[in-house]
C-alpha cells in the first residue's frame, strides 16, 4: 500500500492550531502505520538562511569519514562553500554558499554521491524504520513550519533501504520534492526514453520516476501545474501523488482512483492523508468535513 501526508499553512498569521508541523505529519504517518510499516520520511520546508543553499546527502552503511570527505570534496571542486554541516542518522546536511545554477550542479554531484534534497528551504529525511522512531532520531518535532509532506512505505518493487524511501527530491530544481502511493506501470518504458533524454535515476524505485518527470518537463520551461497535468496522460497506473514547492502543494490523481488521498481543509489550512484515520488524529473528538479530490485530477494548493 503506502500512505502519503501532507499539511500546509495558508498563511502567517497566529495559528489556532497548535501541534507543530513535523509532529502532526508524525501523527498522520502513525495513525496510517498499517498501511507502510518499512520506511518513512518528510520534506519540511524551512525559513532561508541567508541565501544559503541546503543540502543534504545519504552516507553509506557505515557512515564513514571517508564518505563525509569525499562529498566535501566534490562540493569543493563544484565551486561550493561549506558554511555549516551536520550528520543526522544516515544523512549529512549541508548549509552552503554557492554563485551558480543548481541543475548542473546536481548533475554533477549525482555521479558520485547521492544528494536527496537541495534548496534554500527544503530539507529532506528518510530512513528504514517506523515513523515515531524516525521522527525522534531526525528532530521533525522541532519543524514547526509553514508545510511539509511525508510518507511511509510498504515495499513492492525495490528494497527496504534509505534511498529507496519517500519522499523523492526532483533533482536540479531547488526545493520541490514528491511522495506517492500506487505503481506506476509503465516504469521501464518512461524510464528509458527520461534516460536518453540525458536524465539519471538512483534507485529503482517508481515513485523517483515521478520526480525524473516532473523535473524533465520543468527543464524544458513547463509550469510544474501543466507537468501535473500531463502526468496524468504519460504515466500508467494507479497512483495518488503530492508534490511539495517552496510555497506550495500540489497533487495528481489517475483516472481509476483507487489509491485513497482525503483532504481537510479550513480558513487556515489544508491537510491532507491517505486515510480520514490520519486527519482524525490531528483534531480529536472533532467531526471532520473531508473530500476527495476526483479522479483524473490534478491541482495545486498555494499559500496566500
Known amino acids: 500500500m503506502c500512505a502519503i501526508a501532507g499539511l500546509l499553512f495558508k498563511n502567517s498569521k ?13 501523527e498522520i504517518l502513525d495513525a ?3 498501511r507502510g510499516p518499512d520506511s518513512a520520511g518528510w520534506a519540511i520546508y524551512k525559513e532561508g538562511v541567508d541565501d544559503l543553499l541546503r543540502m543534504r546527502f545519504l552516507l553509506d552503511d557505515a557512515g564513514s569519514s571517508s564518505h563525509v570527505i569525499g562529498i566535501r570534496e566534490h562540493l569543493k571542486r563544484a565551486g561550493v562553500t561549506i558554511v555549516d554541516e551536520e550528520i543526522m542518522g544516515c544523512t549529512l546536511g549541508i548549509l552552503a554558499s554557492f554563485d551558480g545554477e543548481i541543475l548542473p550542479l546536481a548533475r554533477s554531484l549525482e555521479r558520485d554521491v547521492m544528494p536527496i534534497s537541495m534548496g534554500y528551504s527544503l ?11 524516525l521522527a525522534a532520531r531526525y528532530s ?10 511525508a510518507h511511509i512505505r510498504l515495499a513492492t518493487e525495490s528494497g527496504v533501504r ?21 505503481q506506476i506501470t509503465n516504469y521501464w518504458i518512461m524510464r528509458r526514453r527520461l534516460e536518453r533524454k540525458g536524465m539519471t535515476f538512483q534507485t529503482h524505485n517508481d515513485t523517483e520516476l515521478i520526480a525524473v518527470y516532473l523535473a524533465y518537463q520543468m527543464s ?6 501543466d507537468a501535473l497535468k500531463s502526468s496524468l496522460s504519460d504515466l500508467d497506473g494507479t497512483f495518488s501523488y503530492l508534490v511539495a514547492t517552496r ?16 483532504k481537510f481543509e479550513n480558513d487556515e489550512m489544508i491537510a491532507i492523508s491517505s486515510e480520514e484515520v490520519g486527519l482524525n488524529r490531528l483534531f480529536p473528538g472533532q467531526a471532520l468535513e473531508t473530500s476527495e479530490p476526483a479522479p483524473f485530477s490534478y491541482g495545486i494548493w498555494r499559500r496566500d
Open 247 to 262: 510555497d506550495a502543494i500540489g497533487y495528481a490523481k489517475d483516472k481509476l482512483a483507487a489509491k485513497p488521498m482525503v
Open 162 to 182: 534509505p534511498d529507496t524511501a519517500h519522499p523523492f527530491w526532483a533533482c536540479g530544481f531547488a526545493d520541490i520534492a514528491t511522495v506517492h502511493n500506487g
Open 220 to 225: 524544458r520551461n513547463i509550469s510544474l501545474e
Open 14 to 26: 497566529k495559528r489556532n492550531f497548535t501541534m507543530g508541523t513535523g509532529t502532526a505529519l508524525t
Open 123 to 133: 530539507d529532506i529525511f528518510k530512513d528504514v524504520g517506523h515513523p515515531r522512531e
Open 140 to 149: 521533525i518535532d522541532e519543524f514547526n513550519g509553514t508545510h511539509g509532506i
Open 32 to 34: 496510517t502505520l498499517h
